[in-house]
């Protein structure tokens, strides 16, 4: 069963990108920061599209994808796995969203070093990863085991 909880958050986040991608519009300069290097600093700009509306459309692609999952392998998304499958849309869209919000702010002036950002985001997305397959691995052992659990006399 999917946590509406995390669902509902992710989804609250994605409106959210898009509004604010919207309402940001007039007011961004021409280029806008869309890379960092790995001392969190920029070195990368690009056009207000790509800074503006490239990241909100890849979360809502990614959270696409990540929940046709479910449906091509519905077998493997049952019950606990299911719900740890909302959680890790959650955290992918938090990451992409965490991202988006340091352009966004950066274009405002702050100045936002990316590696407080991303790391932390990067790290609540491994544990969901983690989660994930220990419940997707139980799904796959509790069907695969022969019948009596796979103990012999």
């Given at each position: 069963?999917?946590?509406?909880?995390?669902?509902?958050?992710?989804?609250?986040?994605?409106?959210?990108?898009?509004?604010?991608?919207?309402?940001?519009?007039?007011?961004?300069?021409?280029?806008?920061?869309?890379?960092?290097?790995?001392?969190?600093?920029?070195?990368?700009y690009g056009s207000k599209f790509t800074g503006?509306?490239?990241?909100?459309?890849?979360?809502?692609?990614?959270?696409?994808?990540?929940?046709?999952?479910?449906?091509?392998s519905p077998a493997q998304f049952q019950g606990?796995?299911?719900?740890?499958?909302?959680?890790?849309?959650?955290?992918?869209?938090?990451?992409m969203a965490g991202v988006f919000g340091v352009?966004?702010?950066?274009?405002?002036?702050?100045?936002?070093?990316?590696?407080?950002?991303?790391?932390?985001?990067?790290?609540?997305?491994?544990?969901?990863?983690?989660?994930?397959?220990?419940?997707?691995?139980?799904?796959?052992?509790?069907?695969?085991?022969?019948?009596?659990?796979?103990?012999?006399?």
């Amino acid at each position: 069963m999917k946590n509406r909880n995390a669902e509902t958050m992710a989804q609250a986040l994605l409106i959210a990108m898009f509004v604010v991608a919207i309402m940001s519009w007039s007011s961004v300069p021409a280029q806008i920061p869309i890379h960092w290097d790995i001392s969190g600093q920029v070195d990368a700009y690009g056009s207000k599209f790509t800074g503006l509306f490239l990241l909100p459309i890849i979360a809502l692609a990614g959270y696409t994808l990540i929940g046709l999952t479910a449906v091509f392998s519905p077998a493997q998304f049952q019950g606990r796995a299911m719900n740890a499958l909302s959680w890790f849309r959650l955290a992918y869209v938090l990451v992409m969203a965490g991202v988006f919000g340091v352009i966004v702010a950066d274009v405002r002036g702050a100045n936002i070093n990316m590696n407080y950002v991303i790391f932390p985001l990067l790290a609540l997305m491994m544990i969901a990863i983690v989660n994930l397959l220990i419940h997707t691995n139980r799904n796959k052992s509790a069907r695969t085991a022969p019948p009596g659990g796979g103990v012999q006399v």
